[in-house]
């Protein structure tokens, strides 16, 4: 285990380094939560409640949604795995004394942790200055909160981690990540609650991997009936499920693409 926490620590460290870029990263989201929830606002004040939410919730759902974007890594960046498939260092990184995604998923632990703390609080704060919003009300909820965004991390990383497999099969993924990056701002609530889409779509977009991202953490927060289960713990057993089902395949695929790194050659 101690060869993983040094990872973690790695992770953690290299991030540290962008100093400049993190507080980029937090104006923008800010900036951006500020837009989404002036123009949510304006969306409530013509239809005071939407499927369970109000302009509060609304106005929640967006700083919540802000602050996971740098932890969750939805919109990137791509694990260096990827990059190192198509240039083949990843024959280096079979070699070593570690499994492949453990080793992946420390360093990308490492970057997590650091985003929560450098990106993640400034961002939800700003929001709270800004807007009046909904907190939880008791340390259960806070506790299921972070429970819910820890599931959510791994639920990123697993994604991420079979979007650089792909580079096995197709020799570069840069494709794939792009497309999934897309669809996952579309599919996990963030560029909008998926509670504002038509039942029929938002039932299929909730029952996704991309759904354990965002939707259902910010439910979890608020302490939605609209959940799996109509409870928070619905919800948590929903993302655990998700997180299990991606590090499990994520795992059977590396031992493919081992064995298909041998059979090429190295």
């Not at 923008?28 to 304006?42: D, E, M, P, Q, Y």
């Not at 939805?74 to 070593?96: K, S």
């Not at 009046?132 to 299921?144: E, F, I, K, S, T």
């Not at 990383?157 to 897309?182: E, I, N, Q, S």
């Amino acid at each position: 285990m101690r060869i993983y926490f040094a990872v973690f620590a790695c992770g953690l460290r290299r991030y540290s380094g962008y100093r400049a870029a993190t507080a980029a990263g937090v104006f923008t989201n800010s900036v951006f939560g500020a837009i989404s929830a002036l123009v949510l606002l304006a969306v409530f004040a013509a239809r005071p409640h939407i499927n369970g939410y109000d302009a509060a919730d609304a106005v929640t759902h967006v700083y919540v949604a802000q602050a996971l974007i740098a932890p969750v890594a939805i919109m990137g960046p791509q694990l260096d795995l990827a990059e190192r498939v198509r240039t083949g260092d990843v024959a280096i990184d079979l070699l070593r004394p570690a499994h492949l995604a453990p080793w992946w998923l420390a360093h990308d632990l490492g970057r997590a942790a650091f985003g929560v703390v450098f990106r993640s609080v400034p961002t939800f704060a700003l929001g709270a200055a800004l807007f009046p919003l909904v907190l939880p009300g008791d340390p259960v909820r806070w506790a299921a909160a972070a429970a819910s965004l820890v599931l959510a991390v791994l639920i990123g990383f697993g994604l991420r981690y079979l979007y650089a497999l792909a580079g096995f099969w197709l020799l570069d993924a840069r494709g794939v990540t792009a497309v999934a990056v897309m669809v996952a701002g579309f599919a996990s609530g963030q560029l909008l609650p998926l509670v504002l889409f038509p039942d029929p779509l938002a039932a299929l977009l909730r029952a996704l991997p991309w759904a354990g991202l965002i939707q259902v953490p910010v439910e979890v927060f608020l302490d939605k009936d609209t959940l799996p289960g109509g409870h928070i713990a619905g919800g948590l057993a929903f993302q655990a499920a998700w997180a299990a089902a991606l590090l499990a395949l994520g795992a059977l695929l590396t031992a493919r693409a081992a064995r298909r790194v041998v059979v090429q050659g190295g």
